[in-house]
């Protein structure tokens, strides 16, 4: 039996992911509310699979994903996101995700992505994937893939209006450090203050309004 940990902060989504795999043959053994629980969770159940959201207070799904990596090079994660831009996917995929499912794909694909995953494969919905390959096709790169990946993680939290010693919290830097990843995101992105990278953010549909 596939044993998944769920990792998502939305109690009532968390109870019908448990019941779709429940349904499907897997344990569901156990459930975090943000990205540093599932990291404590992660090291004590070692799941089979770690169904993983991206956006969540506090740590977020991509920075969750670095540390589950880090502590775990076997990690299977698959995250699940509302995003619809291909910065996202591209990132998460590269920082060592096995899979990307956005939440719009019925219950049938989340079940084949979970057990895709669990197997050691790749699984990447085939809206996200077909976005992915048309981006890199035409060139149609964000602006934002200047930025290094902690410059990235950054980035985000302050385009949703996280201060920088909250952003220094989350991650766990000290806030001149996250004082000095944010003078390089504005020098590579052209914005003068937080309100221009979340309009940065908001074009390229890295956050939602």
């Not at 740590?59 to 775990?72: H, K, P």
């Not at 499912?101 to 790749?122: H, N, Q, T, W």
Request: charged share 20%; aromatic share 4%; with cysteine.
């Amino acid at each position: 039996m596939t044993r998944v940990l769920l990792v998502d902060d939305h109690a009532l989504v968390r109870m019908g992911f448990r019941m779709l795999l429940a349904d499907a043959g897997m344990e569901v053994v156990g459930e975090a509310g943000d990205g540093e629980q599932g990291c404590q969770l992660y090291a004590s159940l070692r799941p089979d699979v770690v169904l993983m959201d991206l956006s969540m207070p506090g740590m977020g799904g991509m920075e969750a994903v670095r540390r589950l990596i880090a502590q775990d090079a076997r990690a299977r994660i698959l995250v699940l996101s509302a995003h619809e831009d291909t910065a996202h996917p591209q990132r998460v995929l590269r920082a060592g995700a096995l899979g990307y499912l956005a939440k719009r794909v019925a219950p049938d694909e989340l079940v084949a992505a979970v057990r895709a995953v669990a197997a050691g494969k790749r699984h990447v919905d085939a809206r996200t994937a077909q976005a992915l390959a048309l981006a890199q096709l035409e060139g149609d790169a964000s602006p934002v893939e200047l930025l290094s990946e902690r410059e990235f993680a950054v980035f985000i939290q302050l385009a949703r209006g996280r201060s920088v010693a909250q952003i220094a919290t989350d991650l766990k830097l000290s806030p001149s450090t996250v004082g000095t990843h944010l003078y390089h995101v504005k020098q590579k992105l052209g914005a003068g203050n937080q309100s221009e990278l979340t309009l940065v953010a908001l074009r390229w549909g890295l956050i939602q309004a």
